[in-house]
């Protein structure tokens, strides 16, 4: 076993994080006990596993840190990035379907440090009493104007030193264009407030999936 990202480990050929919640998973993922608890991180259910599996050479994300997810679901990758911040970072996470946020509100029960909002990504107004400044703003939304929701998200929340993460979804923009146009425009809309760092093709975890590290421009 050996620590690839502060927080981030490689056992054997997997990717694991160390649990803040030892004796409970989160979505039937192997646990391995090697002193503490490490959680196997599956890169078919996690875009950010797949991104580190893929080669992702940064790992914005580091223990103490406010980390604002957009599109949090149920909680699989979130209960990772959980695991890195540690007991004294947060996880703000932003979900709008009432049907995942259920199972959110089970995962909140033993990771104290996921705070569950139920709000609509593209409204970031509508959750300013809840959200200050966070170090990263992780977005997992499914909507046709992904790269707006991250910019206006990012622009209100985001630390001027901070990062973004955004996976890019095709065929939630448009299901006949081509996928790299898809990729292209949007990464054009990004670019006019943010430094792109690196993008990463998910495939063959997530097809048709782009992962996107950025930063502000003016950092």
């Not at 503490?36 to 992702?56: C, F, M, N, V």
């Not at 977005?139 to 790269?147: G, L, M, R, T, Y």
């Not at 095709?170 to 760092?197: G, N, P, Y």
Request: glycine share 6%.
């Amino acid at each position: 076993m050996r620590e690839i990202f502060p927080g981030v480990f490689r056992i054997k050929n997997k990717i694991a994080t160390k649990s803040v919640a030892p004796g409970h998973a989160v979505y039937g993922e192997k646990r391995i006990t090697n002193g503490a608890e490490y959680r196997i991180w599956d890169p078919y259910k996690s875009k950010l596993s797949a991104a580190i599996q893929r080669g992702l050479k940064r790992m914005p994300i580091k223990k103490g840190q406010t980390v604002l997810y957009l599109g949090i679901a149920q909680g699989t990758t979130a209960s990772h990035v959980s695991d890195i911040v540690g007991e004294n970072g947060t996880v703000l996470g932003v979900e709008i379907s009432p049907k995942p946020f259920e199972k959110l509100l089970e995962v909140c029960e033993t990771r104290k440090n996921i705070i569950p909002i139920l709000a609509d990504a593209n409204r970031p107004e509508s959750y300013s009493e809840f959200v200050k400044r966070v170090d990263i703003v992780y977005q997992d939304v499914a909507q046709k104007n992904q790269a707006e929701i991250l910019l206006k998200n990012a622009s209100r929340y985001l630390k001027k030193d901070g990062y973004a993460l955004i996976a890019i979804k095709a065929r939630s923009i448009d299901v006949a264009k081509d996928v790299q146009e898809i990729f292209e425009k949007e990464i054009k809309t990004l670019k006019k407030e943010m430094v792109v760092l690196e993008t990463i093709i998910l495939s063959p975890y997530d097809k048709d999936h782009v992962l996107v590290l950025l930063r502000p421009k003016h950092q």
